[in-house]
């Protein structure tokens, strides 16, 4: 009897520390994102676009999302005309910049994520600082938004 009590008391804080935590998706729909440079929408360039996104191939392009959380997910395509970007949370570069140059196309990566932030109000920032692949100097690097992750405390 004990044993199923220790088990039923496990259970019950594992589902309420589950429920004091929630995932929020941010995308183009949600009006949050904000940025710089010029931007355009994969479905019109493409009618049929692989994956949907937003994009940029000015240089020095930005996207910001402001938030509220412990963790942030950015979830994008990967593709031949990826470049590199930079990740900055609350203004400080963060890591190497990121490559999503690939030689194929691949939708709904996770590209960059940061766990472990305090429980406050948090900028990520993505810029975009270069070329990458082989047809790098062929052609303009681009950026490109699919969607966030935002995990925080209920």
């Given at each position: 009897?004990?044993?199923?009590?220790?088990?039923?008391?496990?259970?019950?804080?594992?589902?309420?520390?589950?429920?004091?935590?929630?995932?929020?998706?941010?995308?183009?729909?949600?009006?949050?994102?904000?940025?710089?440079?010029?931007?355009?929408?994969?479905?019109?360039?493409?009618?049929?676009?692989?994956?949907?996104?937003?994009?940029?191939?000015?240089?020095?392009?930005?996207?910001?999302?402001?938030?509220?959380?412990?963790?942030?997910?950015?979830?994008?395509?990967?593709?031949?005309?990826?470049?590199?970007?930079?990740?900055?949370?609350?203004?400080?570069?963060?890591?190497?910049?990121?490559?999503?140059y690939i030689n194929n196309i691949i939708c709904g990566v996770t590209l960059y994520s940061k766990e472990?932030?305090?429980?406050?109000?948090?900028?990520?920032?993505?810029?975009?600082?270069?070329?990458?692949?082989?047809?790098?100097?062929?052609?303009?690097?681009?950026?490109?938004?699919?969607?966030?992750?935002?995990?925080?405390?209920?």
């Open positions: 009897m004990m044993k199923y009590f220790l088990w039923m008391l496990l259970w019950l804080s594992c589902a309420f520390a589950a429920l004091q935590n929630k995932t929020i998706l941010y995308d183009d729909a949600t009006g949050v994102i904000s940025r710089t440079g010029e931007w355009k929408k994969t479905i019109d360039v493409d009618p049929f676009p692989v994956c949907r996104s937003t994009f940029s191939s000015t240089p020095g392009a930005t996207f910001s999302l402001k938030f509220k959380g412990t963790a942030v997910y950015f979830i994008a395509e990967l593709d031949s005309m990826g470049g590199l970007y930079q990740a900055y949370i609350d203004g400080q570069a963060d890591g190497s910049p990121i490559d999503n472990g932030l305090s429980d406050a109000d948090h900028t990520l920032t993505l810029a975009l600082v270069g070329p990458s692949g082989p047809s790098a100097s062929e052609i303009p690097p681009r950026i490109a938004v699919t969607r966030f992750l935002v995990t925080t405390t209920v």
